[in-house]
């Protein structure tokens, strides 16, 4: 059923479509939630689904996880036949898991964020939409905060359960080096904060190219060397290195946890002083040299499993600072500058 306003417009009951069927087809969303929903409907819903279709594969791989250990236990043993038998049988499962977990984020980024406002700019649909009664305000916060809001849900619970399948596992499997192997980036809140700042810098990326295509080629680029930054960079930093200091003519090497991950090694004085690992190795009088330096142990520096959560949440805190400030670059320049 249609009514007339008094400047003499049609209009149905819920403004689009016929009366009575429009309410039900928004359901719980209504105005431009509504509309940002319908534009992007396609890919939102397969994110959807995706996450999904993950966290109920991560669970079925858990039963078997789980099964294998109840079976074995967790610890790897002397001769490592353990962690062989669980790793010829799990590797390849967790490796793409892993991957799956790592390219969320910058599919995300791309596919998501670059065309968010950029599709709209290229289409003249933002112009149209902000002269109208809408304003860029309820605009902007519409266009980010549904979109966004469905990355974090999706994220968060991939995160979540894939989390809750590999942590008991941890030492057992291929990818034992949480810090550069993979899980570090793959589990707790870094994928979350991660899929924040890809997917902010490719709305912001996107806005100001104005174009879908160079868009998501820009942040295809960003994503690479923000990739090679935050390993190269910024991982590393995240926690305090322990150190293990063992005689230099020691045939054991050092004793370290299982679920270690070794960083670095050095030689060192009795007093603590560092040298780097290959100091007086290539000297003919090796031994003298040593000796005028003072040089009495090596020292092996690395990261203790119980480090991990700790550093996640630093480097979280870290991307998640950096997603608000993009943001807000974005919402600052839709309210100043033409669209």
Same mark, same amino acid.
Request: aromatic share 8%; hydrophobic share 45%; net charge positive.
């Given at each position: 059923?249609?009514?007339?306003?008094?400047?003499?417009?049609?209009?149905?009951?819920?403004?689009?479509?016929?009366?009575?069927?429009?309410?039900?087809?928004?359901?719980?969303?209504?105005?431009?939630?509504?509309?940002?929903?319908?534009?992007?409907?396609?890919?939102?819903?397969?994110?959807?689904?995706?996450?999904?279709?993950?966290?109920?594969?991560?669970?079925?791989?858990?039963?078997?996880?789980?099964?294998?250990?109840?079976?074995?236990?967790?610890?790897?043993?002397?001769?490592?036949?353990?962690?062989?038998?669980?790793?010829?049988?799990?590797?390849?499962?967790?490796?793409?898991?892993?991957?799956?977990?790592?390219?969320?984020?910058?599919?995300?980024?791309?596919?998501?964020?670059?065309?968010?406002?950029?599709?709209?700019?290229?289409?003249?649909?933002?112009?149209?939409?902000?002269?109208?009664?809408?304003?860029?305000?309820?605009?902007?916060?519409?266009?980010?905060?549904?979109? =966004?809001?469905?990355?974090?849900?999706?994220?968060?619970?991939?995160?979540?359960?894939?989390?809750?399948?590999?942590?008991?596992?941890?030492?057992?499997?291929?990818?034992?080096?949480?810090?550069?192997?993979?899980?570090?980036?793959?589990?707790?809140?870094?994928?979350?904060?991660?899929?924040?700042?890809?997917?902010?810098?490719?709305?912001?990326?996107?806005?100001?190219?104005?174009?879908?295509?160079?868009?998501?080629?820009?942040?295809?680029?960003?994503?690479?060397?923000?990739?090679?930054?935050?390993?190269?960079?910024?991982?590393?930093?995240?926690?305090?290195?322990?150190?293990?200091?063992?005689?230099?003519?020691?045939?054991?090497?050092?004793?370290?946890?299982?679920?270690?991950?070794?960083?670095?090694?050095?030689?060192?004085?009795?007093?603590?002083?560092?040298?780097?690992?290959?100091?007086?190795?290539?000297?003919?009088?090796?031994?003298?040299?040593?000796?005028? =330096?003072?040089?009495?142990?090596?020292?092996?520096?690395?990261?203790?499993?119980?480090?991990?959560?700790?550093?996640?949440?630093?480097?979280?805190?870290?991307?998640?600072?950096?997603?608000?400030?993009?943001?807000?670059?974005?919402?600052?320049?839709?309210?100043?500058?033409?669209?």
């Amino acid at each position: 059923m249609s009514t007339t306003d008094t400047s003499g417009r049609t209009a149905t009951a819920e403004g689009d479509g016929p009366a009575g069927t429009a309410g039900g087809r928004r359901g719980l969303l209504h105005g431009l939630p509504w509309l940002i929903w319908r534009r992007h409907r396609t890919l939102l819903r397969t994110a959807l689904l995706a996450t999904v279709a993950g966290c109920a594969a991560f669970a079925y791989q858990r039963i078997g996880v789980q099964d294998f250990l109840h079976t074995h236990g967790t610890s790897p043993g002397l001769d490592g036949r353990l962690a062989t038998a669980f790793q010829g049988k799990y590797s390849a499962t967790f490796d793409s898991d892993i991957a799956f977990m790592q390219y969320l984020p910058v599919l995300l980024g791309i596919f998501l964020g670059a065309p968010l406002i950029a599709g709209e700019q290229e289409h003249g649909t933002v112009k149209l939409v902000t002269t109208q009664s809408v304003g860029r305000s309820r605009w902007i916060a519409a266009t980010l905060g549904l979109p =966004l809001a469905v990355a974090v849900l999706c994220t968060t619970l991939l995160s979540a359960v894939f989390t809750w399948l590999w942590a008991p596992a941890h030492k057992l499997i291929a990818t034992g080096d949480w810090l550069a192997g993979g899980p570090f980036d793959s589990t707790g809140p870094v994928p979350v904060a991660m899929t924040l700042l890809l997917t902010s810098c490719g709305i912001a990326l996107g806005m100001l190219i104005k174009r879908v295509v160079p868009a998501m080629a820009a942040t295809a680029v960003l994503t690479v060397v923000a990739g090679v930054v935050w390993a190269e960079q910024v991982r590393p930093r995240l926690g305090t290195l322990r150190s293990v200091s063992y005689p230099y003519d020691s045939d054991s090497g050092p004793r370290l946890p299982v679920d270690a991950v070794r960083v670095d090694d050095w030689v060192s004085t009795a007093d603590g002083k560092l040298y780097g690992f290959g100091t007086c190795v290539h000297s003919d009088g090796a031994e003298a040299c040593r000796a005028k =330096l003072g040089i009495v142990n090596r020292v092996t520096q690395y990261f203790d499993y119980g480090q991990l959560a700790g550093m996640q949440w630093r480097g979280a805190a870290l991307l998640l600072a950096l997603a608000a400030v993009v943001l807000a670059f974005v919402v600052w320049r839709a309210q100043r500058r033409p669209l």
